[in-house]
């Protein structure tokens, strides 16, 4: 079983209840949720003039390969209602692959590591609730 990391935001309508939808969504394919971070609200980084973001993390454990897990996460995203593919734009449900045991892959439709987690605080944050150690690591990538 691989253990992966997923950030989950949202900035379009009732913004817990998509986070939870999608939460459910991962569970009735067979996914294990083992680590759920706190909810926080924050401010939007780049795109258009958008609405603040309920972000969190989640860790998972599946046998999906990086590639099933991202295909997976991009139908839940269609079936919760995710129209707007402008790059940074609103969303009604965002789900990104952030880690994925120790794997570094990058192909046409998956980089991972995420390429920008660490710049981003509401990544950083929900995920050192539930990973300090890994977020500890992420800054210290040479020891
Ligand atoms: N996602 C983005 C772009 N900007 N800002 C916040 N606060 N939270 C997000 O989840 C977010 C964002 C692209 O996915
Ligand atoms: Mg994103
Ligand atoms: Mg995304």
């Known amino acids: 079983m ?19 939808n999608a939460i459910h969504e991962l569970k009735a394919k067979g996914i294990s949720i083992i680590a759920q971070s706190s909810l926080i609200e924050t401010d939007p980084q ?28 991009q139908s839940i995203e269609q079936k919760l209602g995710r129209r707007h ?9 965002d789900l990104d692959i952030l880690l994925y045991d120790q794997v570094t892959l990058t192909n046409s439709h998956l980089t991972v590591p995420h390429p920008r987690m660490k ?6 944050k929900p ?17």
């Not at 710049?119 to 950083?124: I, Q």
């Open 85 to 93: 593919r402008e790059r940074n734009g609103p969303r009604t449900i």
């Open 127 to 143: 995920l050192s609730e539930i990973a300090p150690e890994i977020v500890k690591d992420l800054f210290h990538e040479n020891h």
């Open 2 to 20: 691989a253990k992966v990391y997923i950030g989950l935001g949202s900035n379009i309508g009732n913004r817990q209840q998509h986070i939870k």
């Open 119 to 124: 710049e981003r605080d509401f990544v950083l």
């Open 46 to 73: 780049g795109g258009p003039l958008q609405g603040k973001y309920l972000n969190g993390v989640i860790a998972i454990e599946t046998n999906l390969s990086p590639d099933e897990l991202l295909h997976l996460t």
